[in-house]
C-alpha cells in the first residue's frame, strides 16, 4: 500500500511541469457577466491564454512593452485564404499616468495574424510606449482571440522614476540572444544580463540566502515575514552587455549598477525541480499549512521521509484512491503557486499562495493599482417572501496589497485585520478529513 503512493506521488510531480503549461491550450475561457472579475488570471481551467510581459525602458521617452505567446496556448486555423495555419490575435494597450492621477498617456492598437511556424515555442511581440521620465505607470492590456472569441485582460506596472530600477534592465539567453521573460535560472543556464542607459564599467552582484520562511495563518493578526537579512556576499564585475552569467546556487542575486543603491533587477535559483516539487524533501515543506511543526520536523527527520510522508496523506484520506486525489490537487496548486506568485520566495511561501494551496482558485478576482482583492463564494442563501424567492450569493474576501520593493514587483502581503473571519480552522479539518476544502460547500467537513 505505501509503495503505491510513494511512487504516486514522486510520479506525479515530475510531469506536472510539462501538463500544467501544455494542457491550458485545451481549456475554454468562461464568460462572466462581472466585466471587472479576472479571477481566470489565476485558474487554469479559465483561461485558454497565458502571455508573459515585461517592460523596458530605452529612453527618457520611451519604453517598450514585450508580449510572449505560447505556441500552445494559441489557436492556429487553416480557414484562410492563404490555407496556412495562422492565429488571429488582437492587442489593445492604454498606458496610464498613475503619478498624475491615472492620466491616459498612450494607447495601441494591434491586429496580428500569427502564422505558425514548426518546432517554434513562443513568438514575441514589441510595443513602443510613450512616456515621461519621472512617474509612474500601469499598461492596462486587453488580449482577444478573434478565432475563440476568448478574451484576457491584465495589467503591467513599470516607471521611469531613475535609470537604476528593474525596469532598465534586461536579461537574453547568451547563446540565442532571445528575450527572456522569467527571472528564475536553473544552474548552467548561461544568460546577459544587459543595461539600457547611461554606460557604466561594473555591475554589482548581491547574494541573498534563500528565504525559507513560511506565513502564519491568515487568522493570526500577525506582520508578513520579509526578507530582512543582508547579503552574503556582493561582487563587482566588469559590465559587458554580452558576459555570459550563471547563477552557481540557491539564493537570490540581486544586480545593481552602485553598491550602495537598492534598485536594481533579480535573478534567481529555486533548485533544480522548480517550478515542481519531486523530491520527498521539498513535497514535506508545504505541508507547514496542514500539519503542525512538530509533524512536519518529524516527516523531515524520519528514516524514511518517502514512507512517512506516504502515510500522512493516507491517514488524512483513509484510502489509497482518495489520498491519490488529495495529493494530485494540493500538489498541482503548489505548482500553480510558483507559476503565479513567485517574487524574491517561491510562490507557495507567499501569502497569495498559502490562501490559494488551502482554499483553491478565487471565485472572484479584482485587480488595482495598490492590490487584489480574492473572493471566494459562501453558500447560497435562499429567502422567500409572498411567494416569492430571493437568492443571495456572498463571499468571503480576502484584501492584499502590494509592496513596492527592491527584489519584485510581484509581492503583495495579506491585510489581515480586513478579514476577521477566515474560516481557517474549518478549511484546515476538512483537508485533514480527507475533503478538499470548498466554503460554498461546508457540509463535507
Known sequence: ??????????????????????????????????????????????????????VTNISDNE?????KFFANDLFFSEANPQGVPT???????????ISQGKVLADTALYNLNIVKEEGRPEYVYNTPL??????????????????????????????????????????????????????????????????????????????????????????????????????EQVVA???SDTLPIMLPR?????????????????LLNMGTSFPALTTPGEMIEPLAYLASADEVNALKNAAKPKVALDDFWLKCGGNIEKSRELIRIYYTRVLYSNFYFTSY?????????????????PDKVYKTVEGESWGYKKPVVKSSWGG????????????????????????????????????????????RKGFVFRLDNPEDI
Open 87 to 97: 492565429a488571429s490575435i488582437i492587442i489593445n494597450i492604454k498606458i496610464f499616468n
Open 237 to 239: 564585475i566588469p559590465y
Open 250 to 266: 540557491e539564493g537570490i542575486y540581486f544586480c545593481s549598477v552602485d553598491r550602495k543603491i537598492k534598485e536594481g533587477y533579480t
Open 130 to 231: 510613450d512616456v515621461e521620465s519621472g512617474f509612474e505607470y500601469v499598461a492596462e492590456i486587453k488580449i482577444i482571440d478573434k478565432l475563440r472569441l476568448h478574451h484576457i485582460q491584465y495589467f503591467k506596472s513599470f516607471n521611469t522614476l531613475s535609470y537604476n530600477t528593474r525596469y532598465n534592465f534586461k536579461i537574453q539567453g547568451h547563446f540565442d540572444k532571445n528575450e527572456i521573460f522569467n527571472p528564475v535560472m536553473r544552474v548552467n543556464e548561461y544568460i546577459n544580463l544587459v543595461y539600457l542607459r547611461a554606460p557604466i564599467d561594473s555591475l554589482f552582484l548581491s547574494y541573498y540566502k534563500p528565504f525559507r520562511e513560511i506565513p502564519d495563518a491568515p487568522s493570526m493578526i500577525l506582520p508578513e515575514k520579509t526578507l530582512d537579512y543582508d547579503p
Open 63 to 67: 519604453s517598450v512593452l514585450s508580449i
Open 388 to 431: 416569492r424567492y430571493t437568492v443571495k450569493e456572498d463571499y468571503l474576501f480576502f484584501m492584499f496589497k502590494k509592496r513596492e520593493g527592491m527584489f519584485s514587483d510581484n509581492d503583495y502581503y495579506l491585510s489581515r485585520s480586513e478579514t476577521p473571519v477566515t474560516y481557517w480552522d474549518q478549511a484546515i479539518l476538512s483537508w
Open 1 to 54: 500500500m505505501k509503495t503505491c503512493i510513494t511512487t504516486f506521488t514522486l510520479k506525479l510531480l515530475g510531469i506536472l511541469t510539462v501538463i500544467s503549461v501544455a494542457s491550458v491550450s485545451c481549456k475554454t475561457t468562461k464568460q462572466t457577466t462581472d466585466t471587472k472579475d479576472l479571477s481566470y488570471l489565476y485558474n487554469p481551467i479559465k483561461n485558454s491564454i497565458n502571455p508573459r510581459y515585461n
Open 345 to 361: 520566495k517561491e510562490g507557495w511561501r507567499s501569502e497569495r499562495g498559502m490562501i490559494y494551496i488551502i482554499y483553491g482558485p
